[in-house]
């Protein structure tokens, strides 16, 4: 047995699979295929079912799955211990991040991190959850920043911060900035909002069914920044967490209303592979940016406070006619 024929067999686990573990490890089919075999007969034990829509892990292979991530995962600490014994905080880190929390993270968390760790590189991906998801489970990227990941074999997730999700409108829809909205009942929304599929679509899609997010039309745009330059200019809205507008809080153009009915809001989750723990630069990374998202949480209180913003007190503004 060795680490190769280890992480061939969680790759096919966890892909159902051995072209698509193949792919996953840039390797050939007939070649996993080998790795799998000269496994089992070390281990005396049938690890898969083998049919013609891919592969089941038998009891065998549900126990061994265990104990192969927790082999690869030591093996990653050990590696890791050892760089940190040396002292060195370097090398390079693939991740990837949502949109709505690329846009409040990019002014202040990169260039503070770049300032402070200039031999670390940094390679970004920016897209929705599913996508991100999909990377790290590959192993396509180390880890990912989303919103309500799926439960998936051989992921750990880790809550970054809960966000409140905020109503964002130009100054053609004529709300008073930072006053407390009750969207129940209220006058139908021209919405932006993500396509079907986006977590945080989902969590709108659910409001809207259930006639507590009430709708006159819907457009479609998968993207943040451009959403809100629509918004500016229009008297159309969006609705998105906190982070994704926060450099935005006193915006001349723009108004943000805390949304107090219906309750929507949204997790940030750190996800990575199980059998590979975070490096020492990528931990440095998340430590900075959860640093980041106490600043802005920070800024959301104070907001909140600053304009005498309670649930007591709030009430729905009047919409124009």
């Excluded at 966890?14 to 080998?34: C, D, K, M, N, V």
């Excluded at 009891?59 to 002292?87: D, K, N, S, T, W």
């Excluded at 409108?169 to 986006?198: D, T």
Aim: some cysteine.
């Amino acid at each position: 047995m060795n680490l190769k024929q280890i992480q061939s067999f969680v790759a096919v686990f966890e892909e159902g699979g051995f072209s698509r573990a193949a792919q996953r490890l840039h390797a050939t089919q007939p070649g996993i295929s080998a790795q799998m075999k000269q496994l089992e007969n070390s281990l005396g034990d049938v690890l898969f079912e083998r049919s013609v829509s891919g592969v089941t892990p038998t009891p065998a292979g549900r126990l061994f799955y265990q104990h192969a991530l927790a082999i690869l995962r030591r093996v990653q600490v050990a590696q890791e211990e050892l760089r940190e014994m040396r002292g060195e905080i370097s090398g390079s880190i693939k991740f990837g991040i949502i949109p709505s929390a690329l846009r409040g993270l990019s002014p202040t968390l990169f260039p503070r991190f770049a300032a402070t760790y200039p031999q670390i590189k940094i390679t970004l991906k920016e897209a929705y959850s599913d996508s991100l998801t999909t990377w790290v489970r590959t192993g396509e990227l180390d880890f990912a920043v989303v919103i309500e990941p799926p439960h998936q074999e051989g992921l750990m997730t880790e809550r970054l911060t809960k966000e409140s999700m905020v109503l964002i409108s130009g100054r053609a829809m004529g709300l008073s900035s930072w006053r407390p909205i009750n969207l129940v009942g209220a006058q139908p929304l021209k919405l932006i909002a993500p396509s079907e599929g986006n977590s945080l679509r989902i969590n709108l899609d659910r409001r809207i069914r259930s006639g507590e997010l009430p709708i006159a039309n819907l457009l479609e745009m998968d993207s943040v920044h451009g959403s809100i330059e629509f918004i500016r200019n229009s008297d159309w809205t969006t609705i998105l967490p906190y982070t994704a507008v926060s450099a935005d809080a006193d915006a001349p153009d723009l108004c943000l209303n805390p949304i107090t009915a219906p309750e929507i809001s949204a997790d940030f989750f750190l996800i990575h592979q199980v059998q590979s723990p975070l490096s020492i630069a990528a931990r440095t990374f998340v430590e900075i940016m959860g640093e980041e998202f106490d600043l802005i949480n920070d800024s959301w209180r104070a907001n909140l406070s600053r304009h005498h913003l309670t649930k007591k007190n709030s009430d729905r503004p009047d919409f124009p006619d």
